[in-house]
């Protein structure tokens, strides 16, 4: 188990490069999608809420770290991670492939969107009005990384999900 | 004392979660302190200096060598055209300024832009010369065809802009002929259109208009271009003004950093109420 986290602490500081160094900048309509934010539904899905709220964390600090916003953006993963474990499977659930799939995406959305109106009402860059930023980049996000999550859920994670 | 550890043990989640969102509360409270500076330096040096790499294989394929010269001469040009541009002004309207603070304007600071990002997260440029190559805050950023925007932050090689594209940049401007003031700023949307606000009902302002930054500014040398007048809707007392962008942030590779305008007396007369007490007094 210690070593499976020591991965996903790999993972995640890979991730975090990847999301702030190419992903951020291929935006659609001014939004990017977030990939940690979906390795965060992923551990979110299949680790104790616990577990899965610190890596939230450690996520914003790197995030914070990488764009020098650092409290807003350990806030919003924390609170994005937190909510995203109310979508845990416990492991002796005999829940099918497809229900973990489910699961999986709902908290990538969710998660997607409280993190995203979280770094929208503490930071405006822009000129969006509040509601706009929330509302529509919230929604477009949470598009965009649905689209992701069925892509790498279909590609590496079902396995992974299914065991 | 059972009890409570069981509580502690039942809702160690939650405790942890509080625990986690007031170190981040912390950190935001704490965001001008000196230990967060010194990270978000940090953070700008190592993100910068990997965009440097990664925008280095895009130079390969260009003119390097040709375009530094052309900048240099271009960086001759603009003081030339700056400190020519803004005589003229004063010899039109008959004032003689003696502390002209456009005549360092021939100090500039050549840098590259290394990373730009224009999304709802983050709206800023990152250009590579920092504290080292003498960059401060509060510099003003800007090309020959106009400004940028302002240094907000800098490091040891690299100094974040704030663009002029940004909602909380102000800056004070001048139309080229009538000399109206008004104030320039970015309300979102188009990246080309800014709007100028507060200038009177009664000034004579027409389309096509150039307008220029002005002397009132705090932080900006007067005279650097901003751009055309496209709209003009008369409102109450004032006009809204829509203003074509000199600058097209969305190509920009090389910019220039003129040097700080140092006025501490007007800061001073502008902050500080005693000074005129003072005076009365004697």
């Known amino acids: 188990m210690i070593n499976k986290n020591y991965l996903y602490i790999l993972f995640l500081c890979i991730i975090s490069l990847v999301q702030e160094f190419s992903f951020s900048r291929m935006t659609l309509f001014n939004v990017s999608a977030d990939v940690v934010t979906i390795f965060l539904a992923y551990i979110a899905v299949t680790t104790d809420q616990k577990i899965n709220i610190s890596f939230g964390f450690a996520a914003g600090v790197l995030g914070g770290l990488l764009t020098g916003n650092m409290g807003l953006n350990m806030l919003a993963r924390t609170v994005g991670s937190f909510i995203a474990g109310y979508f845990q499977t416990p492991k002796e659930s005999h829940a099918t492939i497809n229900q973990k799939s489910k699961r999986f995406y709902a908290a990538v959305i969710v998660a997607g969107f409280c993190t995203n109106a979280i770094l929208s009402a503490g930071d405006n860059p822009l000129g969006f009005s509040p509601a706009y930023r929330i509302v529509v980049f919230g929604l477009l996000e949470s598009l965009f990384n649905l689209i992701f999550a069925f892509v790498v859920n279909w590609l590496f994670l079902r396995q992974s999900l299914a065991n | ?282």
């Not at chain 2, 990997?50 to 240099?72: D, Y």
Request: glycine fraction near 4%; include cysteine.
């Open chain 2, 1 to 282: 004392m059972r009890k409570f550890f069981t509580l502690f043990v039942e809702y160690s989640t939650w405790l942890l979660f509080v625990l986690y969102c007031s170190i981040a509360f912390l950190f935001i409270r704490l965001q001008q302190d000196d230990v967060q500076h010194k990270l978000h330096n940090e953070g700008i040096e190592f993100s910068a200096a990997v965009n440097q790499q990664l925008m280095t294989f895009n130079s390969l394929f260009t003119l390097k060598n040709e375009n530094e010269r052309l900048m240099r001469v271009n960086t001759d040009l603009l003081s030339r055209v700056l400190t020519l541009e803004t005589a003229t002004v004063d010899e039109r309207s008959q004032k003689k300024i003696l502390a002209d603070t456009t005549l360092n304007a021939s100090k500039f600071i050549m840098a590259r832009v290394v990373d730009r990002k224009f999304s709802d997260r983050e709206n800023m440029l990152v250009i590579d010369a920092g504290w080292r190559k003498g960059i401060k805050k509060d510099m003003t950023v800007l090309v020959p065809e106009g400004l940028v925007g302002r240094v907000t932050s800098v490091s040891e090689h690299y100094a974040r802009v704030m663009p002029l594209i940004h909602p909380d940049f102000k800056v004070v401007v001048a139309a080229d002929s009538c000399r109206s003031m008004g104030i320039l700023s970015w309300n979102g949307g188009r990246e080309f259109i800014a709007q100028v606000e507060h200038i009177p009902i009664s000034s004579h302002i027409k389309l096509n208009e150039r307008f220029v930054t002005s002397d009132f500014s705090t932080f900006s040398i007067r005279g650097i271009p901003v751009g055309r007048v496209v709209r003009i809707k008369p409102d109450n007392l004032f006009y809204d003004v829509d203003i074509w962008l000199a600058v097209d942030f969305s190509t920009l590779t090389r910019v220039l950093v003129a040097p700080l305008k140092i006025e501490p007396e007007k800061i001073m007369i502008m902050s500080d109420d005693t000074v005129t007490t003072n005076k009365k007094s004697h």
